[in-house]
């Protein structure tokens, strides 16, 4: 068999948070960066050899597993990434055991296109693509692995936004066209730390949510997608951050790190780390700049559109 070649885009989630998992609708914007693998046939019988790249082309991890039982031989790098790894092409194999279900010999190199702190999804990235190469349901590869709403496996199958939901644990999304006549003020700003999901989903689900909370988050995400001007748009996100932020009992990021942007900002997915949204003007990037944060993306520069 020649090379095989998977790909998956990165995500970031405009609306909708955690209330996801409980039913609301949000938006899920795929990210022009994304993940790559390739799968070559090695030399190597019953060893499935793995490469992880950075989005330098540095190798950050390396790992020997045995086929068809999938254990562990060597590994260069963090013993967490080697076991997780693991277990997800195990689950990938119960899902569907003719998978690796061979002595044959195994390459995979997997390149990420943008910085892991960055939150875009280089877990849901890897989860896709492992269940493309495997012949799979890549939400319940997810499901059976990592957990979470499924937003980002959408995100990394679709080159558009979409709107998705959960409909009692079953994913439902469709494109949307969400694409704002002011996106040229809308910038991206990473916080420089990453936000890990799994704890802030641990501490929204302590929270109690009522159905009219969910109701009034869908209906947010939905006008987002008919929203006209920049100024309707403001209004609709800090709505929707002042909703969330009582919910999680957390103040919203504007009033807690720029009280002084004469902007609108949300956070995006996970509260307390990874991008927000800034909605200002030609002076946002050299605002952020000057507070520490250099990594200040335009909207036009990060998001799919078709």
């Not at 590994?75 to 689950?91: H, N, P, R, Y």
């Not at 957990?147 to 009692?168: F, R, T, V």
């Not at 969400?178 to 989903?201: C, M, R, T, W």
């Not at 009522?210 to 947010?220: K, V």
Request: net charge negative.
């Amino acid at each position: 068999m020649s090379m095989q070649k998977f790909y998956s885009n990165g995500k970031l989630l405009l609306s909708g948070e955690y209330l996801i998992l409980d039913g609301a609708a949000g938006i899920g914007l795929p990210t022009i960066l994304g993940q790559e693998m390739l799968v070559n046939n090695s030399n190597l019988e019953g060893v499935l050899s793995w490469e992880s790249l950075d989005e330098s082309g540095d190798c950050w991890f390396e790992g020997s597993y045995s086929l068809p039982d999938l254990k562990l031989i060597r590994f260069k790098g963090q013993q967490k990434v080697a076991d997780t790894l693991q277990s997800i092409l195990m689950e990938a194999k119960k899902t569907n055991p003719n998978f690796l279900d061979s002595n044959q010999g195994f390459h995979v190199t997997t390149k990420l296109e943008f910085p892991s702190d960055w939150g875009l999804g280089s877990s849901s990235t890897l989860i896709n693509n492992i269940a493309q190469w495997s012949e799979i349901n890549a939400f319940e590869l997810l499901f059976n692995s990592f957990g979470g709403s499924g937003y980002d496996i959408a995100c990394a199958q679709i080159d558009q936004p979409i709107i998705y939901k959960l409909n009692e644990g079953s994913p439902e999304f469709e494109s949307v066209n969400f694409d704002p006549a002011f996106k040229d003020q809308l910038y991206f700003v990473h916080l420089n730390k990453k936000q890990v999901s799994s704890e802030g989903i641990k501490a929204y689900k302590r929270k109690k949510v009522n159905q009219d909370t969910i109701r009034d988050i869908s209906n947010l995400s939905n006008s987002l997608l008919s929203v006209t001007s920049l100024d309707a748009f403001n209004e609709i996100i800090k709505k929707h951050e002042s909703i969330v932020g009582g919910l999680l009992g957390i103040e919203p990021v504007q009033q807690r790190l720029f009280p002084d942007f004469l902007g609108q900002i949300k956070s995006l997915g996970a509260w307390g780390g990874d991008f927000i949204l800034a909605s200002g003007d030609t002076s946002t990037k050299a605002y952020f700049n000057e507070k520490g944060f250099q990594t200040v993306i335009p909207y036009v520069s990060m998001i799919k559109q078709t």
